[in-house]
């Protein structure tokens, strides 16, 4: 008899887990989700400065088709494949569906000048919303002030600029060497020169610091820059599609371990300091936009219409840096380093009014992954919650989220856009 109650009592409870209610994962209705704004890096581009490592290479470096630094083929494939991608995830929520042409104003997009930049916009919207005729907006002429606001914009300190890169280091950069051996050792060898090989070595060029970026920002070079250059131009191999990644010698696990110096470099460069002089310009710009959608009404300083409901930055990775150093984020992509901006990748900030609630914001960090960009099949890239440090959540009300943003950048480096 117990053996059968005890049947009974497991049965009931198998029955009953099964009826109890799961989790919900599923994403917002289109009442919540009221604006999408993406900041996004350009696609895969060709080096831009392809024969400069040449001396620190046994064999030269590939050449590559069309101008340096142009957006390739297989760049913007992956950037059609990315517009797909939003249109399949927030078509449906902000209103516009998942085909057809959205009404006027609901998308906007805006590049920088490179043409890898407008390129890539031009490729979002392909994917986005094809032979609908979205423009890409860009400004008329080399600097656009949203993306490069310095010189012109402010007033670098030079001292302050050049202390932050130094001081994150102890002062002597030659003690990355220990600390990164492994990565520059990998970098040597994928360089064929290694020892006892002829040729110069980049672990062997000391780097350097010097107030010769844009306003007079502190910039790297020397060995650390020129080793983040070597990540970057075979991250550009390998997510281009090419046969032999670094003559060969260059398979996924060593690029991991070669971006960790691109990685350090962009983050020892694009510091507090510096991402509030160079990033406080388009972040108030975006806190503007965003405020729009938390209020339905058109807000001064944006160019954004207040009808958009997705807008896109077509952009580089030193604006993910920097909004990275401005407001303290990080983000990890499965099969990259910690806070890699590779190419295509984007953080997103998603604008939710409840109809019964106050506003909020949700973050997120987006990618095509680095193999599916080798494959050229980047329809499903990874997406990934972002904390703000500030926000009580990962769900941070928008006047909240307003104070955080507001208390990260520096107004002296705001203008009118």
Known sequence: MNVMRFIAFFVAAIVVCGLAPARSTAAPSSSDLRMVVVVSRHGVRSPTH?????PYSRQAWPAWSGHPGDLTERGALLMRQFGAYYRGTYGGMLGFGASGCPSSGAVFVWADVDQRTKATGQAIVDGLA??????????????????????????????????SILGSVGGNFSALLGAYGSAFATMEQVLGCAAPAPCKRIADVPTTVANDGDGGLATLSGGLDMAADVGENLLLEYTDGH?????GRVDHSQLLELLQLHVLGKRLEHNRYASRAHSS??????LQTLEEGATGHAVAGTRVPPNARFV?????????AEFSGLLRLSWLIDGDQLNDTPPGSA????????????????????????????AGQGQNPVRVPVYVPG?????????????????????????KW
């Open 50 to 54: 392809p024969s400069e490592l040449n």
């Open 130 to 163: 094809p032979r609908c005729a979205i423009a890409v907006g860009h400004a008329p002429s080399d600097p656009d002030p949203l993306f490069d606001p310095l010189p012109g914009v402010g007033v670098v300190n030079k001292v302050e600029s050049k202390d």
């Open 243 to 247: 046969a032999d990644v670094g003559w």
């Open 281 to 286: 310009n388009i972040m108030a710009h975006i």
């Open 312 to 320: 896109f930055f077509s952009g580089h990775d030193t604006q993910l």
């Open 347 to 374: 953080l997103i900030f998603e604008l939710h009014r409840p109809s019964n609630g106050s506003a909020y914001v949700r973050t997120y960090f987006v990618a095509q992954t680095l193999d599916a960009m080798r």
């Open 391 to 415: 926000c009580p959540s990962l769900d941070c009300p928008f006047a909240k989220f307003t104070s955080v943003v507001k208390s990260a950048i520096d107004p002296r480096f705001v203008a």
